[in-house]
């Protein structure tokens, strides 16, 4: 994260979250300027000075600009928003660009979203593949339903790209603020995302463009920023960006050992989601964390893709979160971390007696070391 040094459109201090590599770099920034101030006017581009990035130029790429327009109309209450993409660049180290058009020169004030991936061309460096996760809309009732052929996001260990398609909401819940949470989504991603729409009934010449919020795994947009129209045949609304995930960037503590996977894999229809397990050498603690859909099973070994070499066979107990039964709602099951093989074997035991492997797991155990 940094603060910009100075800009020629009168904007003050802009804050930016960052990810910076040798080839490209991930900027996210939201601040608004006025085209009424005298800084705005004179500028033919944009410019926003910046501490020195890693890259020295970039490829154009888009970042959203807006403007607000809201008022009644025989005493109903209208939104009329509008905005459209603009061209950006980094044209040295020091200097972000962003093009400048006439269309927003009589408003009083633009917000711009900087959510954007600048690459450098002539760059060499070790590509990098991101997993492509499909995003699950889940609301009350169902009411609030996503396209789920283009709602989805790339992630990547400190930023993600994402894209939302609207697809329809209950007629009961057409009036009132929408929030979702959004399955498969990571949960440390927050950011103010426009949300984009072919009608903008009070400029032909431009798209409607509101602003909805990702934060925790949640999806909001609130009723006054849905623009009119919003509910039409071939509106298509939609919503992406290039978003900064809050990674922490401090290193790991000293001596401890993570094993970290999309699913471990133990037979044809049986794995352990998100699987992540850490141990310390203090006190010999593991955390685990995951999610499993196993029925009609009281043991499972898992075969996971690695294994850091200086993990050690342990046993360990923990408690998780049940998904079915008659009520029972924590489950006690037994994991037995073996390192007799290239990869190891975790192999989980259900303990409650319910012949039941389905649950949500995150919880730290004390970690009993095993001889083999």
């Known amino acids: 994260m940094f603060n910009s040094t100075g800009n020629n459109i009168g904007a003050g201090v802009i804050q930016f979250k960052d990810v910076q590599e040798s080839n490209y770099i991930v900027l996210n920034a939201k601040f608004t300027c006025s085209p009424q101030s005298a800084e705005y006017q004179a500028a033919e581009v944009l410019e926003i000075k910046v501490p020195a990035l890693s ?125 979702a949470f959004l399955d498969g989504l990571p949960e440390d991603v927050t950011a103010d995302v426009p949300v984009i729409a072919s009608y903008n009934y009070g400029n032909d010449k431009l798209g409607g463009i509101t602003e909805s919020r990702l934060e925790g795994g949640y999806w909001m947009l609130p009723k006054d920023e849905r623009g009119d129209g919003f509910e039409n045949t071939g509106n298509y609304v939609f919503s992406f960006g290039y978003l900064v995930r809050d990674f922490d960037a401090t290193p ?66 923990f408690l998780d979160n049940f998904n079915g039964g008659q009520g029972l709602s924590i489950q006690l099951v037994k994991m037995e971390y073996r390192t007799d093989t290239a990869t190891g074997t975790i192999k989980v035991d259900d303990l409650s007696g319910m012949n039941n492997l389905s649950f949500k797991m995150f919880d730290t155990a004390v970690a009993m070391a095993i001889t083999e």
């Open 55 to 179: 890259i020295a130029r970039s490829t154009i790429a888009g970042v959203v600009a807006r403007y607000k327009e809201r008022g009644t109309s025989y005493g109903y209450p209208y939104v009329r928003d509008g905005g459209t993409v603009l061209k950006s660049w980094v044209k040295d180290a020091n200097t972000l660009c962003i093009e400048k058009l006439s269309c927003f020169n009589d408003k009083q004030e633009i917000i711009i979203y900087i959510q954007t991936l600048y690459c450098m061309l002539g760059q060499g460096g070790n590509a990098s593949k991101g997993k492509e996760k499909r995003i699950t809309c889940v609301s009350e009732d169902s009411y609030l339903r996503l396209d789920t052929s283009y709602t989805f996001c790339v992630v990547f260990p400190k930023w993600i790209f994402y894209h939302m398609m609207y697809g329809s909401c209950s007629w009961a819940y057409r009036n009132l603020d929408w929030e």
């Open 252 to 317: 790991d503590v000293p001596g401890r050992l993570r094993l970290a996977q999309e699913a471990l894999n133990g037979g044809q229809y049986e794995t352990f989601r998100d699987f992540d397990l850490e141990l310390v050498p203090s006190l010999a603690l593991a955390a685990c964390s995951g999610t499993t859909g196993i029925y009609s099973k009281s043991t499972v070994t898992f075969i996971p893709e690695s294994r850091p070499a200086e993990i050690p066979a342990f046993d360990a107990f």
